[in-house]
């Protein structure tokens, strides 16, 4: 089964002079359970890329198909439910909500998501305890160090059980022993879940812990 | 509600801060409707709660008692109206009374005390008997009290203190109610040699079931140079009022819109401060009507809690309230006033919302800039 099939996707930004060609003709296909490195060079077009499979941005040209949904064709509802039950997202800069605890940063999800209350809120508490987090789950995120803001971040990705996990350069702003042991985490709970997932970075040592690695530039996918 | 009530909680300063600025605004708000009212009622109480239904004026006075002058005659005249039950003469006269030590502006009312226009009810003490007086109980504060003998200082008369109405005072003046042939001598000793002593209205008791102001329309066409109002409008009309009402109206509308601007810029502001989680949570999967009914929760609170605390406020200021200056907490102008608010509030909210609803979940992807 393909958890993901990007096809012929092209994503223009802006236009006239102005007007910036930020993916090319991408296309990749993403099996379950596959874990998925994307490489490539700062402004390559990564967090488009992740932007157009997880249902934020609609592309300019091509069709984007997680599972057995064709996104293109979503209605602005849909799309928004789409991005609560079907993808999780890990983004670049971590974006926790300030004034919510690290706990609450995941059962945010309740009101949004499919799954019950008590559904969000026993997942939280599981990944509180996988992710090391348990100690720390009432502490706000400015009293959090980086490390484990990036695992709460992991953990509201995974609450709402998606069968996609995308995320963003997650060890951008850790150290390398701490970015390895993210991404390890990460790693595990993707594998231990059953998902599919594309991590996105720029660092080669973490790549080891991913099934396949696709490259990228200039907006253009480079397989193999 | 869990979103907005976190929120709150989390910066209870700010919350805290605004729901004090709206409680006081609100206080402000109630604050002048209830002044207004006094000061109204100080102004005309003695002709808005006065006991005749009509209140006939001479027609050029234009509804100014103080200008109107009718002769004793008329009064057979507008008794003989259809739907006319009693008529009674009603003199008003204002001098300068001395009442212990110090002197004081008093509005005399010459009544027939079992007629309209009696002083009723008595809500102290007992009606007048020769020599006698009962006053308005605000006229308390200027020193009219149960007891105390007035001396109208032109005269010399002595008048004692024997009862009280309420809300009855007149021209923002104490005021004094006793018989109307008291009155009249009153009047002849404070201008001697007077030829005649003029009426200054002529109060009219209706049919039951008639309407006043009916009746007081019929009273103006059947007889020559009078005009018959109701007592509502005959306040309405005292020259003044109108000013009066459109200051405070004015005072009132402008104290409003400064709440409803405070509590909407203020949303505004912190909306934009936390646009950033607003497009995160967007970014998840949030929908923006959730995001807004959370807004529009919080504005909720902050004017619910902004008009407990006015009313505490208010509530606190009637402790020291007196009859010179009655205020106490009317719930149903607390309520009209916290709705209009509320309403107001939530509707200023929309420019937050629409902030929200404009911002674009894909930016939560764009990561730190
Ligand atoms: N909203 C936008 N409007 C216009 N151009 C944009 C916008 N977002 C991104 N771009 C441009 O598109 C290109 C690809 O951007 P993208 O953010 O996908 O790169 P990236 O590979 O994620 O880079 P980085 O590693 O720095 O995060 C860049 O040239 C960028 O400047
Ligand atoms: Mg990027």
């Known amino acids: 089964m393909t958890a993901l099939i990007v096809d012929d996707v092209t994503k223009v930004y802006g236009e006239g002079h102005t007007e910036v060609r930020a993916l090319c003709n991408a296309s990749l296909e993403l099996g379950d359970n596959e874990f998925l490195a994307l490489l490539g060079p700062s402004g390559s077009g990564k967090t488009t890329l992740l932007s157009v499979i997880g249902g934020l941005l609609a592309p300019t040209s091509g069709t984007v198909t997680v599972g057995e949904i064709q996104l293109t064709a979503l209605s602005r509802k849909e799309q928004t439910r789409f991005r609560a039950n079907r993808v999780g997202f890990v983004f670049q800069g971590f974006n926790l909500v300030p004034f919510l605890t690290a706990r609450e940063n995941m059962t945010v999800m309740a009101p949004i998501s499919d799954a019950t209350r008590d559904e969000i809120e026993a997942r939280t508490d599981q990944l509180l305890e996988e992710l090391g987090l348990t100690a720390r789950r009432d502490n706000l995120p400015e009293q959090l160090s980086g490390g484990e803001r990036q695992r709460v971040a992991i953990g509201r990705a995974l609450v709402s059980d998606p069968d996609l996990i995308l995320v963003d350069e997650p060890t951008a702003s850790l150290d390398t022993e701490l970015g390895t042991q993210v991404v390890q985490l990460l790693a595990s709970e993707i594998k231990s879940r059953g998902k599919a997932g594309i991590m996105v970075t720029h660092d080669l040592r973490m790549v080891e812990f991913t099934d396949r690695t696709v490259r990228i530039l200039d907006g253009e996918l480079l397989n193999g | ?369």
């Open chain 2, 1 to 369: 509600m869990f979103i907005a009530v976190r929120d709150i909680w989390r910066s209870k300063l700010r919350f805290g801060l605004l729901g004090g600025a709206v409680g006081l605004l609100i206080f402000l708000l109630l604050f002048l409707n209830t002044l207004s009212a006094t000061l109204l009622g100080f102004f005309i109480g003695a002709i808005e709660n006065n006991s005749a239904d009509v209140l006939v004026y001479e027609a050029t006075s234009r509804r100014n008692l103080q200008a109107s002058r009718l002769d004793l005659s008329l009064l057979d005249e507008v008794a003989a109206v259809p739907g006319v039950v009693a008529a009674a003469p009603i003199g008003e006269l204002t001098l300068t009374a001395a009442i212990g030590d110090s002197l004081t502006d008093l509005s005399l009312w010459g009544v027939d005390l079992a007629g309209p226009g009696r002083p009723q009810p008595i809500v102290e003490g007992r009606l007048p008997g020769p020599g006698e007086v009962v006053v308005d109980e605000s006229g308390v504060s200027e020193g009219f009290e149960i007891g105390s003998t007035i001396t109208l200082v032109a005269s010399g008369q002595e008048l004692e203190v024997v009862g009280y109405v309420r809300d009855r005072r007149y021209a923002v003046v104490a005021t004094g109610y006793l018989s109307f042939d008291e009155w009249v001598a009153v009047f002849e000793a404070e201008f001697p040699g007077t030829p005649v002593v003029p009426l200054s209205l002529i109060g009219v008791e209706t049919a039951e079931g008639e309407d006043p102001a009916a009746i007081g329309e019929r009273i103006s066409a059947a007889v020559a140079g009078v005009e018959g109002l109701d007592r509502k409008t005959g306040a309405a009309g005292t020259p003044g009022v109108d000013s009066i009402s459109q200051s405070f109206a004015l005072i009132v509308g402008i104290t409003f819109g400064i709440v409803v601007l405070v509590v909407g810029f203020f949303f505004l502001i912190l909306t934009v401060q936390k646009l950033r989680s607003f497009v995160t949570l967007r970014a998840i999967g949030t929908d923006t009507g959730y995001l807004a009914r959370s807004l529009v929760i919080q504005v909720v609170l902050v004017v619910l809690v902004g008009s407990l605390l006015a009313t505490g406020v208010l509530w606190a200021a009637t402790l020291g309230a007196n009859p010179a200056f009655p205020l106490a907490v009317d719930r149903g102008l607390v309520v009209t006033v916290t709705a209009a608010v509320l309403v107001s509030s939530v509707l200023a909210g929309v420019l937050s919302i629409r902030r929200i609803a404009r911002a674009n979940p894909a930016d939560a992807a764009q990561g730190l800039h």
